[in-house]
């Protein structure tokens, strides 16, 4: 793999950008994000069902 490299109008920008102020920053094509929408959110939901390990914690 080649290590990539930002030309120096990348990094203009870069710096540009890291410059403003949060109020400065235009976000009304983001939409905002509604705390109800996590309600049903669930720990592990991704989980693969892989069996549990055969050691604890407390066993070391």
């Known amino acids: 793999m080649s290590k990539s490299t930002s ?5 203009t920008e870069l710096r ?6 949060d ?3 235009d976000t009304s094509d983001i939409p905002e994000r509604v705390d109800n ?8 939901n991704f989980s ?3 069996s ?3 050691s604890s914690p407390d066993d070391y």
């Open 37 to 44: 929408r996590w309600r049903f959110a669930r720990k592990d």
């Open 16 to 21: 540009a950008l890291e410059a403003l102020e």
């Open 52 to 54: 549990k390990s055969s």
């Open 7 to 11: 030309t120096d109008e990348q990094l």
């Open 48 to 50: 693969t069902g892989l």
């Open 23 to 25: 109020k400065d920053i």
